[in-house]
């Protein structure tokens, strides 16, 4: 038998306009709750999918000749999310394979592009804002009996932002009534020279949502046979192919008499869990045991940020790419958890985390004619990850088998700013690099009254991290100057913190392993 919620599952939008904004909220759920009673001689499949693509793509005509106004705006706010409950007294009985699943997948273009016309001037801005969580759940006393029994939930996202400035570029008109100057300072955009205040291009994502997947049931999960109890949250979170998630891209600017301004800023945000909980007291008979896995990955995501020539004279021309990343594996028998083991099964809990997170900035920048030609380029790269594998305070695991609990992660960040500057008189160029990580792996069974009894006990936490930050400046300026400086700053924090604990007493009847290890460059 197989239900599945079909009514939101795609949902499109494609767009072609100067100002363009499109909101999406797509929701796929399915509930069982009651007494509901299902019993199948095959297999039983309980599957709530959202798939939601949007398409957004904003240009300007050809009157869009005004450089403190808007030339190009795309916003899309999507919120997309899937959710499985079995829930009340539902009692699921099949001769074959129980799979509860919640899938949610996405697929979000956000662009504008001003560099197709010749003639034309003024701000470009792409906006993204993604939301919604991916859950599946088995709770009050609901019981489920297979061939193998699953409960997974799923996320994967692609996210392409991206902004590409119109030939005339903007100007640096603080005041200017367009989304550049009224988004910098909403998000708070700054360099270590002050805030951010006008750019030619912006380009901006916020993605939040996490993918849970709670087993709190007081009833039973039963896996005949050889079968195996498998709990998953399996999450992703991806640039496009060949690119990076978010791009502010002001080389289409060209410098001319004026006040033509090439600036680009890029920000880009991201704070996403994939978690697996366990708690209560469900009865848990396996076979093949009980497996939790949270694998949670990212690729091609962060910001880059491009500039192009100005002819402006002062002031912070040149480009900004800033990444706020927040991004969580956890596997967790939950704090006083107490699930009842049914002929010594094993357990293995294991949260993954691969992770890439990289801030580019390059600047050029060019003045006619002009006194002093200021270019540079700040990238800012802010990490915090987490895998995490924990037997929480209090939590009761007891008659169990071989006990695995692991944690693993990988993580790379990458930080780079080009800063360069082309005058007629004196020239001044800057890239500065910052970047701070924090990476924790945690493999812990933490302190508790109840001693963990188990044919043999393993924790290990395993971190891989690399680190690269690269800052360079380079100034080029006519004969007669007196003044032609490139400056380059470049600074990196990594934090890691990787920890294997046992905090409470054990009877173990065979090995007892636990093991840390972290290998951490920075370049």
Same mark, same amino acid.
């Given at each position: 038998?197989?239900?599945?919620?079909?009514?939101?599952?795609?949902?499109?939008?494609?767009?072609?306009?100067?100002?363009?904004?499109?909101?999406?909220?797509?929701?796929?759920?399915?509930?069982?709750?009651?007494?509901?009673?299902?019993?199948?001689?095959?297999?039983?499949?309980?599957?709530?999918?959202?798939?939601?693509?949007?398409?957004?793509?904003?240009?300007?005509?050809?009157?869009?000749?005004?450089?403190?106004?808007?030339?190009?705006?795309?916003?899309?706010?999507?919120?997309?999310?899937?959710?499985?409950?079995?829930?009340?007294?539902?009692?699921?009985?099949?001769?074959?394979?129980?799979?509860?699943?919640?899938?949610?997948?996405?697929?979000?273009?956000?662009?504008?592009?001003?560099?197709?016309?010749?003639?034309?001037?003024?701000?470009?801005?792409?906006?993204?804002?993604?939301?919604?969580?991916?859950?599946?759940?088995?709770?009050?006393?609901?019981?489920?009996?297979?061939?193998?029994?699953?409960?997974?939930?799923?996320?994967?996202?692609?996210?392409?932002?991206?902004?590409?400035?119109?030939?005339?570029?903007?100007?640096?008109?603080?005041?200017?009534?367009?989304?550049?100057?009224?988004?910098?300072?909403?998000?708070?955009?700054?360099?270590?020279?002050?805030?951010?205040?006008?750019?030619?291009?912006?380009?901006?994502?916020?993605?939040?949502?996490?993918?849970?997947?709670?087993?709190?049931?007081?009833?039973?999960?039963?896996?005949?046979?050889?079968?195996?109890?498998?709990?998953?949250?399996?999450?992703?979170?991806?640039?496009?192919?060949?690119?990076?998630?978010?791009?502010?891209?002001?080389?289409?600017?060209?410098?001319?008499?004026?006040?033509?301004?090439? +600036?680009? %800023?890029? =920000?880009?945000?991201? !704070? *996403?869990?994939?978690?697996?909980? #366990? @708690?209560?007291?469900? $009865?848990? &008979? /396996?076979?093949?045991?009980?497996?939790?896995?949270?694998?949670?990955?990212?690729?091609?995501?962060?910001?880059?940020?491009?500039?192009?020539?100005?002819?402006?004279?002062?002031?912070?021309?040149?480009?900004?790419?800033?990444?706020?990343?927040?991004?969580?594996?956890?596997?967790?028998?939950?704090?006083?958890? +107490?699930? %009842?083991? =049914?002929?010594?099964? !094993? *357990?293995?809990?294991?949260?993954? #985390? @691969?992770?890439?997170? $990289?801030? &580019? /900035?390059?600047?050029?920048?060019?003045?006619?004619?002009?006194?002093?030609?200021?270019?540079?380029?700040?990238?800012?790269?802010?990490?915090?990850?987490?895998?995490?594998?924990?037997?929480?305070?209090?939590?009761?695991?007891?008659?169990?088998?071989?006990?695995?609990?692991?944690?693993?992660?990988?993580?790379?960040?990458?930080?780079?700013?080009?800063?360069?500057?082309?005058?007629?008189?004196?020239?001044?160029?800057?890239?500065?690099?910052? &970047?701070?990580?924090?990476?924790?792996?945690?493999?812990?069974?933490?302190?508790?009254?109840?001693?963990?009894?188990?044919?043999?006990?393993?924790?290990?936490?395993?971190?891989?991290?690399?680190?690269?930050?690269?800052?360079?400046?380079?100034?080029?300026?006519?004969?007669?100057?007196?003044?032609?400086?490139?400056?380059?700053?470049?600074?990196?924090?990594?934090?890691?913190?990787?920890?294997?604990?046992?905090?409470?007493?054990?009877?173990?009847?065979?090995?007892?392993?636990?093991?840390?290890?972290?290998?951490?460059?920075?370049?």
């Amino acid at each position: 038998r197989y239900w599945r919620d079909w009514s939101s599952d795609v949902c499109s939008s494609d767009l072609d306009l100067r100002v363009g904004g499109v909101v999406v909220t797509n929701a796929s759920t399915v509930t069982l709750g009651g007494a509901t009673t299902i019993n199948a001689s095959g297999l039983v499949a309980i599957d709530a999918a959202a798939t939601t693509t949007t398409s957004l793509q904003a240009a300007p005509d050809k009157a869009a000749t005004n450089a403190d106004l808007d030339a190009a705006v795309a916003v899309a706010i999507v919120s997309s999310g899937a959710a499985v409950r079995v829930a009340d007294a539902t009692k699921i009985t099949a001769a074959g394979a129980v799979a509860i699943t919640a899938t949610n997948t996405v697929t979000s273009l956000t662009h504008a592009d001003g560099s197709g016309a010749a003639d034309t001037a003024g701000v470009v801005v792409a906006i993204l804002k993604l939301s919604g969580d991916t859950k599946a759940e088995v709770a009050d006393t609901a019981s489920i009996k297979g061939a193998g029994v699953s409960i997974v939930a799923t996320s994967n996202r692609t996210v392409d932002t991206k902004a590409v400035a119109t030939p005339g570029g903007t100007t640096n008109n603080t005041q200017a009534n367009n989304s550049a100057t009224q988004n910098l300072a909403a998000s708070k955009a700054a360099t270590s020279a002050g805030a951010v205040k006008f750019a030619a291009a912006v380009a901006w994502s916020a993605v939040t949502g996490d993918t849970l997947t709670t087993v709190s049931t007081a009833g039973g999960l039963t896996a005949t046979g050889s079968g195996a109890i498998v709990l998953g949250a399996t999450a992703s979170l991806l640039g496009p192919a060949g690119g990076t998630s978010t791009v502010a891209d002001s080389s289409s600017t060209k410098a001319a008499t004026g006040t033509a301004l090439g +600036a680009a %800023v890029a =920000v880009n945000h991201a !704070d *996403v869990t994939g978690r697996v909980t #366990l @708690a209560g007291t469900p $009865t848990l &008979a /396996a076979g093949s045991g009980v497996i939790v896995v949270a694998p949670v990955s990212t690729a091609r995501f962060g910001p880059s940020a491009i500039s192009g020539a100005s002819t402006d004279s002062e002031g912070f021309q040149g480009s900004a790419a800033i990444n706020i990343s927040r991004v969580r594996a956890e596997t967790l028998l939950a704090a006083n958890a +107490a699930p %009842v083991l =049914v002929n010594a099964p !094993d *357990v293995s809990l294991t949260a993954s #985390l @691969a992770t890439a997170d $990289t801030a &580019a /900035a390059s600047a050029a920048f060019t003045t006619t004619g002009q006194t002093t030609g200021v270019g540079g380029s700040f990238a800012l790269n802010l990490v915090d990850t987490a895998a995490r594998a924990a037997v929480e305070t209090g939590a009761v695991l007891a008659n169990a088998g071989a006990v695995t609990i692991d944690a693993v992660s990988a993580n790379t960040v990458t930080t780079t700013a080009t800063g360069g500057a082309t005058s007629s008189s004196d020239g001044v160029s800057f890239g500065i690099a910052i &970047a701070v990580a924090n990476h924790d792996t945690i493999a812990e069974v933490r302190d508790g009254m109840a001693t963990i009894t188990a044919a043999s006990l393993a924790a290990h936490a395993d971190h891989t991290g690399a680190a690269t930050t690269t800052a360079t400046g380079a100034t080029q300026v006519g004969a007669n100057a007196t003044l032609g400086l490139g400056i380059s700053l470049a600074l990196a924090s990594a934090n890691d913190t990787t920890t294997a604990l046992l905090d409470r007493a054990a009877v173990i009847g065979g090995g007892l392993a636990l093991s840390s290890t972290s290998r951490q460059s920075s370049t």
